[in-house]
């Protein structure tokens, strides 16, 4: 009498009770879990002996003749979420909806099990994305990938011969690239997705039992020999096929992880100089939430920033725009007495050329607005949309020698000019190859080291629309610039140097300016990043 009351009373007391007991044994479960699978580990381990701690691995010295099979999540990555990896895909890959829908399932991922969660998060990301075009794998995950390498697990792999990795929850488009190209991974076996008139169908094929191909995976000898190492997560699953070929497998505490540190970026096998995407944060489940919040109320700041640079004198733009968290800050002009005097007694003629490195596409802008003065700025690619809303002249670059150095010379005549000659941006603290042309154009040469910070958004882009470059960049809560004016150079008609040339001038300005901004030097062109990043030289695509 009394259960029926209180169901008549309260009609869903009986679904409510359910919720709880659901959600108890689902909690009760992730607590006593990993100490049964530590147990039958730890039975296995007295049975055969093939299970060994991952600290003694330290003690070989023969890993340079062996195969190391290695789990790619549970042992050379630091944190355990696969979430902030599939949430990367699917808002480069896919769209801000597309993210929105990934972050509103986190909670039911979380609660129907890891290889339900699995599912979710490839439906959602991959479900439609054309597979020619996905890039993201190549583009955007490499550098957040390496950013949660553990240092001592990369040491480890780093002293074995050849080198196999495996993924029971990565599909092999995701991890493929940063293993191979940027941790010189041998073979790389992951998850595979299937695929249906040339798009992903966001589904992923059953794992396969038996390895056709184990003597291409593992090497010939290895499986002759049976010279096998397997690296693993204590409590994670051992079923893949490729561990069942290892001699010994050394298993990773997740106290080991806890106290690994992050492999710093002077010890990359392969340096990281490109890497596309928008965004800058990594996308954890706070910080996506941080995101999606701040969205709106960034996108509406974004607007009047751009509003007030747009349509306010210097006087009043610069300290309304300080005061919405922009912030500029320039060192003191350091420019040299020749350069001086002709910028004073030769105004008529020719005016100072501003040479700098390349951030984003407000370069020419912020400098404008440090200096507080107008001029005209050169581009190699600019949309269209830009050029209309430029407070500032731009004229576009042809890509032919003999009609841009014409074209800048008249500009020059005109007054100022900025040019920015690596030809594209860069993001890491790298400078690519300085085009040699400005250093023919003038005597009076100002080098000007620039350098951006962003928290949320990046300001560029190689496959995404180049329209919204500034409007991401100015959604950042406080976007910054840093310049640095250097000491003026003089051009080849005044070099007392015969053997001089324009090559010498263009490395020692960019030398210059590595020096100043502490960023290394390289030969790498407009063409080496765009192949890289978005599959094309960089000449054709459109300017979105």
Not at 79 to 100: C, N, Q, T
Not at 330 to 341: C, D, E, H, M
Not at 362 to 372: E, H
Not at 378 to 399: D, H
Request: with cysteine; net charge positive; proline share 5%.
């Amino acid at each position: 009498m009394g259960t029926l009351k209180s169901e008549k009373m309260f009609p869903g007391a009986f679904f409510f009770q359910s919720l709880f007991f659901f959600f108890f044994r689902i909690i009760s479960r992730q607590f006593r879990n990993p100490k049964g699978l530590q147990r039958s580990l730890s039975n296995v381990h007295a049975a055969h002996g093939k299970y060994q701690k991952y600290a003694s691995l330290s003690f070989r010295s023969d890993l340079s003749a062996k195969t190391m099979v290695f789990n790619v999540e549970g042992t050379l990555l630091k944190s355990y979420s696969l979430f902030p990896y599939f949430m990367l895909v699917a808002f480069e890959a896919g769209s801000l909806l597309r993210a929105l829908i990934l972050f509103l399932l986190y909670p039911f991922i979380c609660l129907v099990g890891q290889d339900m969660g699995l599912k979710i998060m490839v439906m959602v990301c991959f479900f439609g994305i054309k597979k020619e075009s996905l890039r993201v794998g190549s583009a955007v995950l490499p550098k957040f990938f390496l950013e949660d390498v553990g240092l001592e697990a990369f040491e480890e792999l780093k002293r074995g011969g050849r080198k196999v990795a495996v993924s029971d929850h990565f599909p092999q488009v995701m991890i493929e690239s940063f293993l191979r190209d940027y941790l010189d991974v041998n073979c790389v076996v992951g998850r595979e997705l299937k695929t249906g008139c040339g798009y992903f169908l966001g589904l992923l094929e059953e794992k396969k039992k038996e390895m056709l191909n184990l003597e291409e995976i593992l090497g010939k000898d290895s499986v002759i020999s049976h010279d096998i190492i397997g690296i693993s997560q204590l409590n994670s699953s051992l079923d893949h096929p490729l561990f069942s070929h290892c001699k010994e497998i050394y298993l990773v505490r997740r106290v080991d992880k806890r106290s690994w540190q992050h492999l710093p970026r002077d010890r990359y096998p392969k340096a990281l100089i490109f890497h596309d995407g928008r965004l800058a944060l990594r996308p954890t489940p706070l910080a996506t939430l941080a995101l999606f919040m701040w969205v709106p109320f960034g996108f509406v700041l974004a607007l009047i920033r751009a509003a007030v640079a747009l349509t306010l004198p210097y006087s009043m733009s610069i300290p309304i725009l300080t005061f919405t968290g922009v912030k500029v800050a320039i060192s003191k002009p350091k420019l040299s007495p020749s350069v001086l005097r002709s910028s004073k007694e030769n105004e008529s003629k020719k005016g100072l050329l501003y040479v700098c490195n390349h951030r984003t596409l407000l370069d020419p802008l912020y400098l404008s607005f440090a200096l507080k003065k107008n001029f005209t700025a050169v581009t190699y690619s600019l949309s269209r949309l830009s050029e209309i809303l430029s407070p500032i002249r731009t004229v576009r670059l042809t890509r032919d020698r003999e009609q841009d150095a014409k074209m800048m010379e008249r500009l020059l005549n005109q007054g100022d000019l900025v040019v920015c000659p690596e030809g594209t941006t860069c993001r890491e603290p790298y400078l690519l190859r300085f085009s040699p042309l400005f250093a023919e154009m003038s005597d009076d040469i100002v080098p000007v080291a620039l350098d951006t910070h962003v928290s949320m958004f990046h300001g560029t882009t190689a496959g995404g629309l180049k329209c919204l470059d500034p409007l991401f960049f100015l959604m950042n809560p406080r976007p910054s610039y840093t310049i640095q004016l250097l000491d003026g150079v003089s051009g080849l008609s005044t070099c007392q140097d015969s053997d001089k040339s324009r090559f010498d001038v263009a490395n020692y300005v960019q030398g210059e300016i590595g020096k100043a901004l502490t960023f290394e030097c390289t030969k790498l062109t407009r063409r080496d990043k765009y192949l890289i990043l978005a599959g094309n030289e960089g000449i054709t695509c459109s300017q979105r």
